[in-house]
Each structure stands twice: as C-alpha cells, then as structure tokens.
C-alpha cells in the first residue's frame, strides 16, 4: 500500500518549502509555476526572488552559450544584488538538483565547466526562479541511495527567468538536474 500523499498535497508541500539554493535570497511564491519541466513533471514552483537588503535588481554572472538560435546562459550561476553587492553563489550543478544532490555529477570536470573568461552580467529587474519535480519522491523507498536530502532539493528541472515590465517572463536559463 502506497501512503503517497495525493499530487495537491505534494504541490502544497513543495511551495511551503523553498529549495536551499534560495536560502540566502528574498522569495515570494508565484500563484502558478512559469514553464514547464522537459520530463513532463507533474509538480512546480515558482518563487520572485531579490536580495534580502530588499532590492529585487539582481545581476546573473554566468557563462552564456547558443542554443536552437538563442543566446542563453548556463548554469554555474552567481548572483550579484545590483544595490548592496552581496553575492550569492546560486546554482552549482555538482551540489544542486536531483543529480547534484545525490552525488551524481561529481564527475563533472573543470573543461566541461564554462572557462570565466566567458562569464557575462546582466543586471536583471525581476528573477523569478522554476523548479520541477516528479510525483514519486514522497514514495516510501525515495530516496534512493542512503541520501537524506530534502524533497524540496530533488528538483529534476530548473529554469531562471526574467519578468520583464510588460510581466513577460524571458528564459535566463535552464538546465536538466536528473
Ligand atoms: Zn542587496
């Protein structure tokens, strides 16, 4: 018998709890989640993010590539608040994410990592950040491999975008995490 709790009690679970990676930031919870996950995940949310000085003007340092004929940027990513300068080292793919997690990207090396010489700014005027999640990590044999990681830190999808004045939301980024 499966005491897996019903996909409404999941999603509620997982917008009362913020993965880490926002722990040094300001967030607010969007009412529904901006994207989509590539595996078709069924749960997701969306958090505006700032600083916690309380300016939401956040400058993304991350390398950028080409992709289908868009210009985006790929994760690691730091963040830099535009008004006080606190950084915040925010997306790590060896550390953050389903795989990150759970210690699968650690094989990771140094020449698949962008080089900094390609690192751009951006100063953005509201990040809003997407995490997605498969419907199987409240089964009672998750997680796998002895790990003791927060549900909420499993996101199997990320995406960074930006709001921009007309409420338009603008791929930053995005990135498989499982
Ligand atoms: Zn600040």
Redesign the pocket.
Known sequence: MSDRPSLDDQQNYFAQHPPRILSGLEKFLVDSAIGQGGHGEALGTSFELG?????ARLKIEAAKTEWKGESLFVVPVRLE??????VVEFFDPELHGYDGELGHNKHLNNEARPQLSSVETVDTSQLVASFFYMDDLFCDDFPVDGASVAKEDLFSWFALFERRCDGKAVLLIEEECA
Do not use: L
Request: proline share 0%; aromatic share 0%.
């Open positions: 600083c916690v000085c309380g300016s608040c535009a008004s006080c300068r606190k």
